[in-house]
């Protein structure tokens, strides 16, 4: 499984630090949505869940968490722990947000609005998904 971790280019200077991040340069999508997520408690786990469409970028903007990506035959646990470094999330990838400091904030571009019908919350769901998507795209390349 490839994680894809893009590193954006802090513009520093004597007063600190600086990110700017632009829709189709720095971030791969059209940003429809911005959220975060702060104040989590200690040994919490947030997420378990995949999205039938939506990409999004998770970045750690304060502090430090980790976060667990499944694409159905691999697990992969990535620490996000710097300002400047956002993790691309695809659709298809069960997600687990974990192991958050108490000062964490973590804050996520999303490719589209809030829509609840996006969710996959069931795990066997996700895989049954993830089977039906391999096979189409199978087919496809007969
Ligand atoms: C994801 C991970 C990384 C809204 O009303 N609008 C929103 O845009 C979002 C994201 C959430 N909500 C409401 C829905 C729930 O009542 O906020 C509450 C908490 O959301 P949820 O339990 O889905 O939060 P997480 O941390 O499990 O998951 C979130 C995103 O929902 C999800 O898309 O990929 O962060």
Redesign the pocket.
Known sequence: MQVVKYVFQPHGDDRGQLVALEEFKDIPFRIK?V?Y?YDTGKGVT??????KS?E?I?ICIHGSCK?MLDNGSEKKVIPLEKPYEGLY?SHLMW?E?FDFSPDAV?M?L?SE??D?S??IRDYDVFLKHVQECAEQNAASEV
């Open positions: 949505r959220y997520m947030r997420g378990y869940h995949a999205h939506l999004q998770l976060i999330v997600r947000m973590l996520v999303a609005l809030y609840e996006d969710y």
